[in-house]
């Protein structure tokens, strides 16, 4: 979406217990290339990509502590050819675990984005997420609530299967804005796994894409406004 807007985009898949991007995205099997030194990320649909998926078999577990993942985070951040990006965007692993810490300790980050669906469970731990990064002084610009309503395509019923509005609550409770909401739909998952995302904005029903497209244009407005601000992150100290 940021992408589509005009925005040089990259995107680094953090999560290395779950590298689903490279599938995601199309780009699965790229054999990665070196040059003066750097990796240079495979494209998908004009988005930098780059993630330890490309590194190992599709699989193959990865049974890791903590030092080996912080090493991948590293390594992605100082030995790829990023170039000249608008937008650096970081998927993390659930959870409040080692790569969000050694992320954090890196570079200075813009802000995070917490998604969660809008159930009492899951919430749980988005909230967590929220309060991590208040703690590692990473600003959070706000959370997205995902697979937040079904609409049948065939009678138009609406289901809220994960209940509806847990997000939106949440992000009010927590003072943090509220980015929008993805509704659950066949084609969204279809597009993800056939590795075609562009075609949500593209073959999929109105309400769906101008969902999204609303997600990207709170995002983009909420990294804008850090912008402006010219809030730089402070250095994090651990002891």
């Not at 609550?169 to 659950?184: D, H, S």
């Not at 101008?210 to 407005?221: D, I, W, Y």
Request: hydrophobic share 40%; glycine share 10%.
């Amino acid at each position: 979406g940021l992408h589509r807007s005009g925005a040089k985009v990259g995107l680094m898949d953090a999560d290395v217990y779950g590298p689903s991007i490279p599938t995601m995205t199309g780009v699965e099997g790229s054999r990665l290339e070196m040059h003066d030194n750097l990796l240079v990320p495979p494209l998908a649909g004009g988005v930098k990509i780059m993630s330890i998926g490309f590194m190992v078999e599709r699989d193959k577990p990865l049974v890791w502590r903590g030092p080996m993942t912080h090493g991948v985070v590293k390594q992605f951040i100082e030995n790829v050819d990023w170039g000249d990006l608008d937008y650096l965007i970081v998927d993390l692993p659930p959870g409040t675990g080692d790569v969000s810490l050694s992320l954090s300790q890196m570079v200075p980050l813009t802000g995070a984005v917490v998604v969660c669906t809008p159930q009492d469970v899951a919430l749980i731990d988005a909230r967590r997420a929220v309060r991590m990064f208040e703690q590692l002084k990473v600003p959070c610009l706000g959370m997205i609530e995902n697979m937040s309503y079904y609409l049948c395509p065939k009678c138009g019923h609406r289901d809220e299967l994960f209940d509806h509005g847990g997000a939106k609550t949440a992000a009010k409770e927590m003072g943090v804005p509220f980015l929008g909401e993805i509704p659950l739909n066949v084609k969204i998952r279809v597009f993800g796994d056939r590795g075609a995302p562009e075609k949500i904005f593209t073959d999929t029903e109105n309400y769906v894409h101008e969902a999204v497209q609303r997600v990207v244009e709170n995002v983009a407005g909420q990294v804008s406004v850090r912008s402006s601000l010219q809030l730089a992150a402070p250095t994090l100290s651990i002891e």
